[in-house]
């Protein structure tokens, strides 16, 4: 999500914790139509279409719809199924899960611990520690390299 869509929406933020509650019609105002189709409809992006999917750069991955901290690329792996994968989010609370029986499948599906936003799905088929895949459309991702981050944060606590 480019910063001019992050300044209109009023919940994203990387350092506010707090839940956010708001109706459908709310995130429909204020989220791009692709990361309100996956995040808000549960929508999936075509397998190999996010950039994110093959970059390498040390950062952190947030919530495109909220900002909330996500994975962090040290957790990130090649899987080979298309679509960016991580072996573990970032804390316990960063994500949350449900049942997912969807197309006659059982998967377990992953949201935003802040927001609710539909991020993807998680497998038991993960390499170590975990051994779990969380398969992350990358519409729903927004990818900070380490550096920028820091320079951002140092700004910030000079203003």
Not at 95 to 116: F, L, Q, W
Request: proline residues 6%; glycine residues 8%.
């Amino acid at each position: 999500m480019d910063d001019s869509t992050k300044k209109t929406n009023p919940v994203y933020s990387h350092t506010d914790t707090s839940k956010v509650n708001m109706s459908e019609e709310e995130w429909k105002k204020i989220l791009p139509e692709d990361v309100y189709y996956i995040a808000r409809k549960k929508g999936t992006e075509p397998a190999w279409s996010s950039p994110l999917e093959t970059i390498k750069d040390k950062g952190t991955y947030y919530c495109a719809a909220c900002g909330n901290a996500l994975f962090v690329s040290d957790t990130k792996f090649e899987s080979g199924c298309g679509w960016p994968s991580f072996y573990q989010p970032v804390s316990k609370g960063s994500v949350i899960y449900a049942p997912d029986h969807s197309y006659g499948m059982n998967r377990t599906e992953v949201m935003c611990g802040r927001c609710k936003a539909h991020l993807g799905h998680v497998f038991d088929d993960g390499p170590p520690p975990t051994g779990l895949r969380y398969c992350i459309n990358g519409v729903v991702l927004d990818f900070k390299k380490a550096k920028e981050a820091e320079e951002k944060f140092n700004k910030e606590k000079k203003d």
